[in-house]
């Protein structure tokens, strides 16, 4: 079982579209981050988000935590063949090691 | 580049010949993580140095690897006898608070 888990697993769009991307757990946690990995690189830090309820923007991306800190969204405007990657939340919840969710890997076609 | 920075980028092995990995991290970071990611998969915990102290080791981290951070700065991860199940990506992190920097990784083959 996930500890934390992400939907969907894969999602194609057209580019211009908007698109929300999601992590759930049962677990409270201390911090989400959110990564994006592209096909042979690591992954790299978009954002940490540490307040419950806080949300940040990050150009045409905006992540949300959730009130109760147990899940948070991805959203984004206009997506751009650029924004093509496997999307990873990732974090420590009480009590326990830090660890990735599945992805979503996304498809923006041009 | 100041960037986690990782070698080689890939390696091609035959099975049970012995591999080793180096990650060098963010000069003033003091916590080193690795993590192995297999296909269509997030990456998952293998071990955490906090300066050259190796505080945590993953049940997946069997006795045919090892992770040395001799002064707190580089690390290596080898690993021993490879087999066909070690072929993965090998990612290095390196972090000060809360927030993981990740390295391009070493994508290794086992034959």
């Known amino acids: 079982t996930q500890l934390l888990e992400q939907s969907p697993q894969f999602l194609s769009i057209q580019e211009g579209e908007n698109l929300t991307v999601y992590c759930n757990s049962s677990?409270?946690?201390?911090?989400l981050q959110w990564y994006r990995q592209e096909p042979g690189e690591g992954p790299v830090l978009l954002v940490t988000v540490v307040t419950g309820g806080e949300v940040k923007k990050l150009k045409r991306l905006t992540f949300q935590f959730g009130d109760a800190r147990k899940d948070s969204s991805l959203h984004i405007t206009a997506a751009q063949p650029g924004d093509t990657g496997l999307y990873l939340c990732a974090g420590a919840a009480r009590g326990q090691n830090f660890v990735f969710g599945p992805g979503t890997r996304l498809s923006v076609l041009p | 580049d100041t960037g986690v920075s990782q070698n080689p980028r890939h390696k091609i092995t035959k099975r049970g010949q012995n591999v080793t990995f180096r990650c060098d991290p963010i000069s003033e970071h003091n916590r080193l993580y690795w993590y192995r990611q297999t296909l269509g998969q997030g990456p998952e915990f293998l071990t955490y140095?906090?300066?050259?102290?190796?505080?945590?080791k993953s049940r997946l981290l069997s006795d045919r690897f090892s992770a040395e951070r001799p002064k707190g700065s580089f690390s290596t991860l080898e690993i021993q006898r490879t087999e066909q199940g070690d072929s993965a990506m090998y990612l290095c992190?390196?972090?000060?608070?809360?927030?993981?920097?990740f390295g391009p990784g070493t994508r290794l083959t086992v034959t």
């Open positions: 140095f906090q300066n050259e102290a190796q505080l945590e």
């Open positions: 992190a390196s972090s000060l608070g809360q927030s993981k920097y």
């Open positions: 677990s409270v946690f201390s911090s």
